[in-house]
């Protein structure tokens, strides 16, 4: 059963093959985020086998907006600012190549449009990003809608590039992880996983049909209190070693195919078929096609 591709713009479709200001002086990066399927983070200055259950992960900087553009204070309520949703999503869409429908889509199910809503495991705002990734992206507030719409739709755009853009596994991923994902060969068998993504795609479809502009007033007095944020376990090394010791998860369902990629990712599935440029990958409920130039081995 094949997915339908998510839409993207194609002026930007090739645009994010490595994050920006990653690129050293001799074109590679000088530092690489690998994530543990556990959530852990793995930072180091080489590339390493880490084995199966780490995800080469990197992200760049996000871009700021000019306040004045998106933002304006509301008139007799002088602790309370109006943001331009609609400019904030068109503007870091167009500049990942992703539809504004479905970044509007996953703001809807991750926070329902509250841009102080905190999860038990501690992703912040309308996005939901864990802490460890807005660091990484220069995010200096997540409760900042614009600043957590750039992390957000930078995330997102790469997970779409990490499966292909591939919606159902690119959603799985936003929800439970790339590394899950990649260890189940599909979407994971997680309860919250199965039910977010055809709520997103079924909001990604209302909103293109029809999307009215949305604007989001924010009260600053409500923002919530560093002391009452749920503490996030991170681990953050350079020049590692040794591969952390994570909780453990449900085992993974027996592999027939493992196929290694060029960049560092692994990828499972039940079998494989070879088709012009690549092969198709088959997984538990679907299929994703890989390009040769991709593959480093099949096993």
Sequence with gaps: MARAPVEIQPSNEKKRRLPRYLYGENGKPPIYVYQHTSGLLLLTSKVKDVGPDYVLLNFEPIK?????????????????????????????????????????????????FDPFAVSHCGARGLMQLMPMTAMEMQVQDSFDPEQN????????????????????????????????VLKYGG??????????????????????RNSKPVTLKVALKKKPAADFLPEVEVVEMVEV??????????????DKVIVVLKNGNTMRGNSYEKIEN???????????????????KIS
Aim: some cysteine; charged content about 25%.
């Design 64 to 112: 700021k907006i000019t306040k004045t553009q998106v933002v304006r204070k509301v008139k007799n309520e002088p602790e309370v600012e109006e943001f331009d949703l609609e400019e904030i999503i068109r503007f870091y869409s167009k500049d990942y190549g992703l539809h504004p429908a479905l970044v509007k889509a996953v703001i809807k199910c991750e926070s329902d």
């Design 241 to 254: 070693e040794t591969v952390v010791a994570s909780p453990p998860l449900p085992p993974p369902p027996a």
């Design 278 to 296: 690549g092969i198709r990958l088959i997984l538990e409920n679907g299929w994703v096609d890989i390009k040769s130039e991709h593959i480093t």
């Design 187 to 208: 979407i994971p068998p997680f309860k919250e996983t199965r039910a977010y993504v055809p709520k997103v795609i079924s909001y990604y479809e209302r909103y293109k």
């Design 149 to 180: 719409i750039g992390g957000g739709v930078q995330y997102l755009a790469r997970m779409l590039e990490l499966f292909n853009n591939d919606l159902e596994l690119a959603l799985a991923a936003y929800n439970a992880g790339p590394g899950s």
